[in-house]
T-cell receptor, first 110, second 114 residues
Framework: KQEVTQIPAALSVPEGENLVLNCSFTDSAIYNLQWFRQDPGKGLTSLLLIQSSQREQTSGRLNASLDKSSGRSTLYIAASQPGDSATYLCAVIGTYKYIFGTGTRLKVLA | EAQVTQNPRYLITVTGKKLTVTCSQNMNHEYMSWYRQDPGLGLRQIYYSMNVEVTDKGDVPEGYKVSRKEKRNFPLILESPSPNQTSLYFC?????????????FGSGTRLTVV
């Protein structure tokens, strides 16, 4: 059974720092992996989708990498801003199912 | 604009009173799914559908029903809601079961059962 773990569960950093969020999964037989952002009480906003044949994707200050063989993905946020404060979720996409991690709650301090 | 629309956004109801949460997508997606999100438990899949008239149980289907009579709509039905179904519910869709273009989520429905 696929299990997805995100470390750390919570993170506070000063504005301007570069940071890395981690996502690990137990079964490497995945189709894709997707990173989401969720603001408190709100819906999920897609940040990046990495297909299984890709190793990374970039959007603005965000870069996500995928290493299927080791069961790991990282989300790199450059030059963090207070507006980046949110919960970040990774989802591993298998057959007819997305398995979500429990998220990393990020707070960027001004 | 490509989107998944859920209604209502907020709902307070009493135990045992049947309710339906609607979900509609305008992207011609085959795959649709319902999740509930609870503190400390993350997102858990309730039901999913791979196409019209094709539905299957997720991880926590007890107390819920779904139907997929049209490709764009995937309503979630609570026949007899109970307080343990108080939660934040999300509908999501994608073009293929493997999600080659990723998942698109609705804005959520916050349900309170008293």
């Amino acid at each position: 059974k696929q299990e997805v773990t995100q470390i750390p569960a919570a993170l506070s950093v000063p504005e301007g720092e570069n940071l890395v969020l981690n996502c690990s999964f137990t079964d490497s037989a995945i189709y894709n992996l997707q990173w989401f952002r969720q603001d408190p009480g709100k819906g999920l906003t897609s940040l990046l989708l990495i297909q299984s044949s890709q190793r990374e994707q970039t959007s603005g200050r965000l870069n996500a990498s995928l290493d299927k063989s080791s069961g790991r993905s990282t989300l790199y946020i450059a030059a963090s801003q207070p507006g980046d404060s949110a919960t970040y979720l990774c989802a591993v996409i298998g057959t007819y199912k997305y398995i979500f991690g429990t998220g990393t709650r990020l707070k960027v301090l001004a | 604009e490509a989107q998944v629309t859920q209604n209502p956004r907020y709902l307070i109801t009493v135990t045992g009173k049947k309710l339906t949460v609607t979900c509609s997508q305008n992207m011609n997606h085959e795959y649709m799914s319902w999740y509930r999100q609870d503190p400390g438990l993350g997102l858990r899949q309730i039901y999913y559908s791979m196409n019209v008239e094709v539905t299957d149980k997720g991880d926590v289907p007890e107390g819920y029903k779904v139907s997929r009579k049209e490709k764009r709509n995937f309503p979630l039905i609570l026949e007899s809601p109970s307080p343990n179904q108080t939660s934040l519910y999300f509908c999501a869709s994608s073009s293929l079961a493997g999600g080659d273009d990723g998942y698109t989520f609705g804005s959520g429905t916050r349900l309170t059962v008293v």
